[in-house]
């Protein structure tokens, strides 16, 4: 009998662990819901880690990362200000969308915060989470975790392939003239402008090292190694500070963009002034409605893409989600569907147990682990943060003969129904990558009147380096598969391998059923998993 072929489109690679699944309900709202959500403790996406405490750098620990007073929140908050600036509404081009790691060279985009923040977002990159919804996703976080409120998070940007042709990002020495030019081509009116750059103000400093011409060199100090000059007195909290102290004239005084030595680079203040200190005012006297300024204000920044991108809805906390669901053969060649179920608390976990109840009736009770997670959220109007809590589950599959969903049963929760299907899957366990080469094995089922398992497919995705931004591009690549010999009753093998190139972040593996997705696995998601 000849060995028969199906065609695989190979997108990727990487090494060791892995984990194919049903991603509910999607693959890139599932990730990108668990950087927001998880952000300490148990299962916690280490996207927070750079960010809190909120007098953290990026790249930087112990004593150096104290002396320098360099902020990841306020730098993150930068980087995607310098990615929005380029827009142009009317041509439709521009805004977010991650071209601002091939300008690092223009002088408007002086110091290392680009590329350091880059280099830290560069693991969370893969098929379905692209660096410039990370850039959004970093502005949302530093806000949000360092005192200000949720911007609503919309996802589905696309990477550029190129610098943005479009230069001129607002800079120290820039004529407010140009300034408001700028500003008005990427969609901001004057007020809107003016509210803008004190919201991104209100956290972070500026340094000597990184603008001179801003302030003097004898702030750089031992124990102040850039020579930072605070924007406000409270440069790692989120709030009206800024505003507060620039109208008041006291602490910072609207920062050193106000009140540098040198009278050129006032930027800040020559902006302020532009409508005689109007909105400045206006935002002193709105009190704790600041912070929805600020959230309407730097969600339309985020929210800029180029025309030809639509965004998805925004994603909200998932308060019962199933996490890494996935069928496997065992090594007794025992079929297993396991995975886990999180519960979002809104305080204290319950001391009710979660149920888990097929759709051919097979249900469980399920034991929750000990450690719990800590989510930033706040649920249901409690002024704590909520509780993650994940109970596993591991089920033959011969319990589970004709389901074709579960659902989820918590103390205090609607029950929620999740599909699964079982006719052909990607094996965990017979999947990897190592050595430049990715070998794939995908099960199906021969015994499904219903079911063609001539129409598989499966697509394998690989974000690699590229030259002139540290953002990756993925790769995709077509593979052979050949039937195999197979262990299971009415279960058939097909496997393949093909070369990669050195992966960045997790390699996905897709499983298709015509042109329908049917599961799917990440290989070596490493920091960015679970």
Avoid at 209 to 218: D, T
Wanted: one cysteine or more.
């Amino acid at each position: 009998m000849h060995a028969t072929r199906m065609a695989v489109t190979l997108l990727g690679a990487i090494s060791k662990p892995v984990a194919a699944m049903f991603y509910y309900p999607s693959p890139a709202a599932s990730a990108l819901e668990h950087i927001l959500v998880d952000n300490w403790g148990a299962y916690a996406s280490n996207f927070s880690s750079a960010i809190t405490p909120c007098e953290n750098y990026v790249t930087e620990v112990g004593l150096p990362a104290i002396n320098s007073r360099r902020t990841t929140a306020a730098q993150w908050l930068r980087v995607a200000f310098h990615d929005f600036a380029t827009a142009d509404v009317a041509a439709g081009t521009g805004g977010l969308d991650a071209s601002i790691g091939f300008e690092t060279e223009r002088a408007e985009n002086s110091g290392s915060a680009f590329n350091d923040s880059f280099t830290f977002w560069q693991p969370f990159v893969d098929e379905f989470v692209p660096m410039a919804d990370l850039l959004a996703v970093g502005t949302v976080m530093s806000v949000h975790l360092c005192g200000g409120k949720y911007i609503p998070f919309q996802y589905g940007r696309i990477d550029a392939t190129e610098a943005d042709p479009t230069t001129g990002v607002p800079e120290p020495s820039t004529s407010v003239e140009e300034t408001l030019a700028q500003f008005e081509q990427a969609g901001f009116n004057q007020s809107d402008a003016i509210a803008l750059t004190a919201c991104g103000h209100t956290l972070g400093s500026v340094h000597a090292g990184g603008f001179p011409e801003v302030v003097e060199q004898s702030h750089i100090t031992p124990n102040n190694t850039n020579g930072a000059v605070n924007l406000d007195s409270t440069r790692a909290v989120f709030d009206s500070a800024v505003v507060h102290e620039y109208i008041d004239n006291t602490g910072a005084r609207g920062g050193p963009l106000v009140t540098s030595f040198n009278e050129t680079s006032r930027s800040d203040l020559r902006l302020y002034e532009s409508d005689s200190n109007k909105t400045m005012l206006e935002l002193y006297a709105q009190g704790d409605g600041f912070q929805d300024t600020c959230v309407n204000l730097l969600s339309r920044m985020i929210n800029t893409v180029p025309s030809r991108v639509q965004l998805q809805p925004a994603i909200t906390a998932a308060l019962i989600k199933p996490i890494n669901v996935t069928w496997d053969v065992t090594g007794d060649n025992q079929l297993v569907l396991s995975g886990k179920i999180r519960v979002l608390y809104a305080g204290e976990v319950s001391a009710e147990a979660v149920s888990i109840t097929f759709s051919n009736g097979h249900a469980e009770t399920l034991v929750p682990e000990e450690n719990l997670g800590i989510s930033a959220f706040k649920l249901a109007g409690s002024q704590t943060n909520a509780t993650s809590q994940y109970s596993p589950f591991s089920i033959l599959s011969a319990i589970l003969s004709g389901a074709s969903s579960f659902t989820v049963a918590a103390s205090g929760f609607e029950a929620q129904t999740f599909l699964i299907q079982d006719k052909a899957f990607i094996v965990p366990s017979l999947t990897s990558v190592g050595d430049g080469k990715i070998i794939i094995t995908v099960a199906a089922r021969t015994d499904q009147p219903d079911f063609d398992a001539s129409n598989i497919s499966v697509k394998v995705a690989t974000p690699i380096a590229q030259p002139l931004t540290l953002a990756p591009k993925i790769i995709r690549t077509d593979v052979q598969l050949e039937q195999g010999q197979s262990p299971l009753t009415n279960i058939g093998y097909w496997t393949g391998s093909a070369a990669i190139d050195n992966p960045t972040g997790a390699v996905s593996v897709t499983l298709l059923s015509g042109e329908d997705v049917i599961d799917t696995l990440l290989l070596n998601a490493g920091v960015a998993g679970w």
